[in-house]
């Protein structure tokens, strides 16, 4: 049965520099080389002329990295594929639909996103459905993504916050 979870970052740049910094190929491959994934790499970038913002990446870990939940399920490196599709700014926020898998095992992931403002900056609020259809074991499967994923957020929340700081 899929899990739901919501999660949210502060940022202390604004949403127009969160929405630049996304829209930045360095910036995407800078973020991906300090991920803490074994190989990751930018498998597209496309910026629309309305200024709409597609990226897929896909991130591995080497086998002898994955906690053993995930072992009994997937065999080898694991590679997650991710995309992000983000709209322009409109009404001082930006909305994306993420969507992710796992290419040969039964897991994915999908959700959606908005990029605000908040006191202080701006404010990324997530909301992320995670399947994972493995008899028996799923659900641990699917509170361990969970849990990884308020983790990467809170990563990624950091290293965009530091980037704005040293790119404007």
């Not at 913002?53 to 591995?60: G, L, Y």
């Not at 086998?63 to 995930?70: W, Y």
């Not at 605000?116 to 900056?121: C, K, Q, V």
């Amino acid at each position: 049965m899929p899990r739901s979870f919501d999660m949210a970052a502060e940022y202390e740049g604004t949403v127009e520099q969160v929405h630049r910094a996304f829209s930045d190929e360095e910036y995407w491959l800078v973020r991906l080389e300090d991920s803490g994934a074994d190989h990751a790499r930018l498998d597209e970038m496309t910026i629309g002329p309305d200024g709409g913002i597609r990226v897929r990446t896909t991130q591995t870990l080497r086998a002898d990295r994955l906690p053993a939940v995930v072992t009994q399920f997937h065999r080898g490196d694991l590679s997650f594929v991710r995309e992000e599709r983000w709209t322009p700014i409109r009404d001082r926020q930006a909305t994306a639909t993420v969507s992710g898998a796992i290419p040969g095992a039964p897991a994915s992931l999908t959700g959606s996103a908005v990029l605000g403002p908040a006191a202080t900056g701006a404010r990324l609020a997530l909301t992320a459905t995670v399947e994972v259809r493995v008899p028996l074991v799923g659900g641990k499967i699917e509170n361990f993504i969970g849990g990884q994923l308020v983790d990467l957020l809170i990563a990624e929340q950091r290293f965009t916050t530091v980037w704005i700081a040293e790119n404007g």
